[in-house]
């Protein structure tokens, strides 16, 4: 398997090919956050919310896309006047996916009885009895949401060095604050539409 | 064989000193300055005499390196830096 690919597709594949792939991924993305009574409550958050729908999770996502590309793009433009929006939205569409995967995750019904009986008694959350076999599962899925969180930062990362050329250390500190404020952004956003 | 533009030693850029007809064996001294494309590693070299033979497109050249455009447009924009750079400290 190449990594260096899976690290950063962005280095070999057309512009229009990641375009197509990820407005797909998007959809079917959606479509499977739909399933799963997920939501996309945050730019790099996923909860569980029985009352999504497929119209909710797509509004939800595509949100987060257009957020973060406006913001990285008007970044990319006052880093490196050539940068491109496209190759910006791509970094952003490409993002979303292990987003997707997240979501998938917590179509396990065990996490979802667990959510529940969180949500029906919070304070009780200290006192819950579990087995160990869904005390392992719980850390596995955790082990694997915290890798898919990081890769879609890297893949983001990739995609917006490699749409700006960007070098300097300063300029990775600004994309970090970017997303922390289209964070934000997105919070206050997202109950208003 | 390579023609090294780089000290070995301490990573300086050469000069030429010595250039020698290949018929009359006639030999010129002196202390001459590289041409600025030979100051160039090797793939950068190539990179730019692709660039020429693809009439100039990045767009084609990506598609004939099997990379991305913005890839190959960032590898332009570096090495148009770096001879920069070097007119400047000519």
């Given at each position: ?37 997920a939501t996309f409550d945050g730019?790099?958050e996923v909860h569980l919310n ?56 917590l ?8 959510d ?78 | ?90």
């Amino acid at each position: 398997m190449n990594w260096q690919l899976l690290l950063n597709p962005f280095d070999k594949f057309s512009e229009k090919n990641i375009f197509i792939f990820g407005i797909i991924a998007s959809i079917i993305g959606s479509y499977i956050t739909f399933l799963s009574g997920a939501t996309f409550d945050g730019l790099i958050e996923v909860h569980l919310n029985p009352q999504t729908t497929f119209f909710i999770a797509l509004k939800e996502n595509s949100l987060h896309i257009v957020l973060i590309t406006v913001l990285l793009f008007l970044l990319g433009k006052i880093i490196n006047k050539r940068t491109r929006f496209i190759d910006v939205l791509n970094a952003a569409l490409l993002f979303r996916v292990p987003f997707y995967f997240m979501s998938l995750l917590l179509i396990f019904p065990f996490l979802q009885s667990l959510d529940n009986e969180i949500k029906k008694n919070p304070e009780a959350i200290g006192k819950l009895s579990l087995n160990p076999f869904d005390l392992a599962m719980i850390l596995l899925i955790t082990c694997v949401l915290i890798s898919l969180l990081v890769y879609s930062i890297v893949l983001l990362y990739k995609g917006f060095k490699t749409a700006t050329n960007v070098k300097k250390p300063l300029h990775y500190v600004f994309f970090g604050v970017i997303i922390l404020f289209a964070e934000i952004l997105s919070r206050i956003i997202l109950p208003l539409i | 064989m390579k023609l090294p533009v780089i000290c070995p030693s301490c990573e300086n850029s050469l000069r030429v000193s010595q250039m020698k007809c290949d018929r009359c064996e006639t030999e010129v001294n002196g202390n001459y300055d590289l041409p600025l494309y030979l100051k160039l590693s090797r793939e950068e070299q190539d990179f730019i005499l692709e660039f020429f033979l693809s009439s100039g497109s990045i767009k084609e050249m990506a598609k004939q390196a099997g990379n991305s455009y913005p890839t190959m447009r960032n590898k332009m924009d570096d090495l148009i830096e770096k001879i920069n750079e070097l007119k400047k400290s000519k």
